[in-house]
């Protein structure tokens, strides 16, 4: 399992910026897919945005056109830039390695399956 660490989460207010990162402890990006999931209490583990090197960028619909995900390949970190934050983005947000398959939801963030590793999650928490 590759070590994830997250870092930048915080609480703003609605219209605010955030940027999540999460650095890897070794190079994954030529073998693994970057992604940022969250999780809000009693919801499901949902997609928000994945980078890989072979594929197009995927956003979840309520995300698009307000965040942006990147990576640097030297510095082993993938980002998610957040810009005007709802109330509704509020969740803990996890950075992972996905190994290919592309798993849009499920029912909690850290599972083994299709995953090469997991961050230990950041809260975001957005005021009205």
């Known amino acids: 399992q590759v070590q994830l660490a997250e870092l930048g989460g915080g609480s703003v207010q609605a219209g605010g910026s955030l940027t999540l990162s999460c650095t890897a402890s070794?190079?994954?990006?030529?073998?693994?897919?970057m992604a940022w999931y969250r999780q809000a209490p009693g919801d499901e583990c949902e997609l928000v945005s994945r980078?890989?090197?072979?594929?197009?960028?995927y956003y979840t619909p309520s995300v698009r056109g307000r965040f942006t995900i990147s990576q640097d390949n030297g510095q082993n970190t993938v980002y998610l830039q957040m810009n005007s934050l709802k109330p509704e983005d509020t969740a803990v947000y996890y950075c992972?390695?996905?190994?290919?398959?592309?798993?849009?939801?499920?029912?909690?963030?850290?599972?083994?399956?299709?995953?090469?590793?997991w961050g230990q999650g950041t809260q975001v928490t957005v005021s009205s």
């Open positions: 992972a390695a996905d190994l290919g398959t592309i798993v849009a939801r499920t029912s909690y963030c850290g599972g083994e399956d299709y995953f090469a590793g």
């Open positions: 070794e190079f994954v990006f030529d073998d693994s897919a």
């Open positions: 980078i890989s090197s072979d594929g197009p960028i």
